[in-house]
């Protein structure tokens, strides 16, 4: 008969298996997520696995084993959890990105903020209190240069929008977007809007020693089983169709996690403001617990960001991100 002892210590035994099986095949599909991003369907699941999510799996499986003799499991996995350690801090968390503004810097500069509401309806002068108070811890009581709302549904309702919305700043709808901007803007071209996804560009004036630019606003399906690379790839080409004009900026929900291959066949000559001047964590959502960064801001060569960073408005599904942006007359 099989004593009771041995029972638990089979059990046991199999326990510690199952943790250097799981801390090491989450480590490795992390792994190869991270070097081949999105660029092939079957795997760009493998791009979606957090850094914090595989660190917390390693440390937990590494901690598991110091009740054990596993030595040598035990020290590989603390070896991959370190990795993992400085991959989060070298690209999701930014700490030394940003450089203070100076006071001509400052004067000159842009306010932008991006924010997916996601068609609020009855809950519309919920999300616009939760959004001016956001607004104004951020910016005081002059507010943002610049609010694109995307799927903004009825945040644009007499009553709602001038509870965020600056009094010297001006709101229009393009599309599911909206836009809240004290800069003048100049020309406005809904580029498609289907079942699928959306594009609208808009054109703002010159203001305060900035040059004239422009906005590319998108949006496009959250369905996790459509293949990133090729959509963005044939949104590329669908706008280059319709002869879009030059973006100085895109920006908008592309439900496309930051980093891959995707985003940047998309936009190869554009740059990724987080990655440029972000500060804090990376990651827009979930809003009440951010795991993945999928409303972007990508740059042009006329502009440089001087900080952006991911803000939780306390409503909503998704972040809120803002930047602090410049636009030259001639590229950097």
Request: net charge positive; glycine share 6%.
């Amino acid at each position: 008969m099989i004593s009771f002892k041995r029972i638990v210590g089979w059990l046991w035994s199999s326990f510690l298996i199952l943790c250097v099986l799981i801390g090491i095949s989450v480590s490795i599909a992390w792994m190869i997520g991270r070097v081949l991003t999105d660029r092939f369907a079957v795997i760009q699941s493998l791009h979606w696995i957090p850094t914090i999510i595989a660190l917390a799996i390693t440390l937990l499986c590494a901690t598991i084993l110091i009740w054990s003799s596993w030595k040598r499991c035990r020290r590989l996995l603390w070896m991959i959890a370190f990795f993992q350690a400085v991959v989060f801090l070298l690209q999701d968390y930014a700490i030394t990105r940003t450089t203070p503004l100076s006071i001509a810097e400052s004067d000159s500069a842009i306010r932008i903020v991006h924010v997916n509401v996601n068609w609020p309806g009855d809950n519309a002068k919920a999300i616009a209190r939760k959004l001016s108070s956001s607004l104004l811890n951020l910016y005081g009581q002059t507010g943002p240069d610049v609010l694109f709302l995307s799927e903004y549904g009825q945040m644009l309702g007499t009553e709602v929008v001038d509870m965020y919305c600056p009094k010297d700043a001006t709101a229009v709808s393009i599309g599911r977007f909206a836009v809240v901007s004290r800069l003048q803007i100049i020309e406005v071209i809904p580029l498609y809007d289907d079942t699928k996804s959306t594009a609208a560009f808009v054109r703002f004036a010159s203001w305060k020693g900035n040059a004239s630019w422009g906005a590319l606003l998108i949006d496009v399906p959250s369905n996790p089983a459509i293949y990133r690379f090729k959509m963005l790839s044939d949104l590329r080409l669908r706008l280059d169709a319709l002869k879009a004009p030059v973006a100085d900026i895109v920006v908008g929900d592309f439900n496309t996690v930051r980093g891959g291959e995707a985003i940047e066949t998309f936009a190869p000559k554009m740059r990724d403001a987080f990655a440029e001047s972000g500060i804090g964590y990376g990651a827009t959502y979930p809003r009440v617990l951010p795991l993945w960064h999928i409303d972007q801001m990508l740059l042009g060569p006329r502009v440089t960001a001087k900080s952006y960073e991911v803000i939780d408005t306390g409503v909503g599904k998704h972040c809120m991100q803002i930047a602090t942006i410049q636009v030259k007359t001639q590229p950097n």
